[in-house]
């Protein structure tokens, strides 16, 4: 739905090339983002792709449509920034990256599932699965969209 890059917080690339998660795991959040968010098109602006939403000096134009081609490179980007993002948080920054693809890195900052995380709580189920509303209610394609992510990349 959104995948916005401008937050506060710096946020350091991976200095080395090993990664708490695998290749076929970062695919696999690469397709359920896909799935979940189509490509969209001009009528979509400010977001193109795969829901990136168009930050100020990017040189995206109202009504851009990009290829399959373009969204994906521009998918996967974005999705590794916020997996850098959240490193700290080791074998879950891809769950992390994922929410926060969809519902930006503030709200996964501040939502109930990084403070169960930070006091050593890895009973996030339910916390993961309850960030599935829209405009205040419960959206059941989110809720899909949640326990999917849930069930295929949260690490015991």
Same mark, same amino acid.
């Given at each position: 739905?959104?995948? $916005?890059? =401008?937050?506060?917080?710096?946020?350091?690339?991976? =200095?080395?090339?090993?990664?708490?998660?695998?290749?076929?795991?970062?695919?696999?959040?690469?397709?359920?983002?896909? !799935?979940?968010?189509?490509?969209?098109?001009?009528? @979509?602006?400010?977001?193109? *792709?795969?829901?990136?939403?168009? /930050?100020?000096?990017?040189?995206?134009?109202?009504? #851009? #449509?990009? =290829?399959?081609? /373009?969204?994906?490179?521009?998918?996967?980007?974005?999705?590794?920034?916020?997996?850098?993002?959240? &490193?700290?948080? *080791?074998?879950?920054?891809?769950?992390?990256?994922?929410?926060?693809?969809?519902?930006?890195?503030?709200?996964?900052?501040?939502?109930?599932?990084?403070?169960?995380?930070?006091?050593?709580?890895?009973?996030?189920?339910?916390?993961?699965? =309850?960030?599935? !509303?829209?405009?205040? &209610? $419960? @959206? &059941?394609?989110?809720?899909?969209?949640?326990?999917?992510?849930?069930? #295929?990349?949260?690490?015991?």
């Amino acid at each position: 739905m959104l995948a $916005v890059l =401008s937050f506060t917080g710096a946020f350091a690339s991976n =200095s080395s090339s090993a990664t708490p998660y695998s290749q076929q795991d970062f695919e696999k959040a690469v397709s359920m983002i896909k !799935k979940y968010e189509t490509l969209h098109s001009a009528r @979509h602006w400010p977001l193109v *792709g795969y829901g990136h939403k168009v /930050q100020p000096g990017e040189k995206f134009k109202p009504g #851009t #449509t990009l =290829s399959e081609s /373009q969204a994906d490179a521009l998918l996967r980007k974005d999705l590794k920034k916020f997996v850098d993002y959240f &490193k700290a948080y *080791g074998k879950d920054s891809l769950l992390l990256g994922v929410l926060a693809y969809n519902v930006g890195p503030g709200r996964v900052n501040n939502s109930a599932v990084v403070k169960l995380l930070k006091s050593g709580n890895r009973d996030i189920k339910d916390a993961f699965i =309850s960030l599935c !509303k829209y405009r205040g &209610k $419960v @959206h &059941k394609q989110i809720k899909s969209r949640r326990i999917e992510e849930f069930t #295929t990349l949260f690490k015991h």
